[in-house]
């Protein structure tokens, strides 16, 4: 199975919802609003938690200091800088425990 792209989701999201008579361009553009807001609000310093999914927070990864694998006598110095990491709610993760199955599966294959 490919990875899930924006696009795929557009879509399955439309034909779930087919009923009700929305577009993809309607969903296409509620999606981008909704991201749009969570990396506004994530650039301003908030977390961003959306229950039952997970939660969206900023980390700080510290200063350290760096090699060139090409000249690993070189070092140099790698600035702090800020990350988000997702913390999956319990309903998440209980939903993504049942992939292990198929994830052993696509390994063997």
């Given at each position: 199975m490919p990875n899930l792209n924006k696009?795929?989701?557009?879509?399955?999201?439309?034909?779930?919802l087919g009923q009700h008579d929305i577009t993809q361009q309607v969903v296409g553009d509620v999606m981008?609003?909704?991201l749009d807001i969570i990396v506004e609000r994530l650039s301003s310093g908030d977390?961003?938690?959306l229950r039952n999914f997970g939660q969206f927070v900023l980390v700080e990864s510290?200063?350290?200091i760096g090699r060139n694998p090409k000249k690993p006598a070189e070092t140099t110095v790698i600035p702090a800088r800020?990350?988000?990491k997702f913390r999956p709610s319990t309903e998440?993760?209980?939903?993504?425990?049942?992939?292990?199955?198929y994830m052993r599966q696509r390994r063997r294959s």
């Open positions: 696009r795929d989701l557009v879509v399955a999201i439309t034909n779930r981008d609003s909704m977390d961003v938690s510290k200063e350290r800020s990350m988000v998440t993760k209980a939903e993504i425990a049942k992939a292990l199955p």
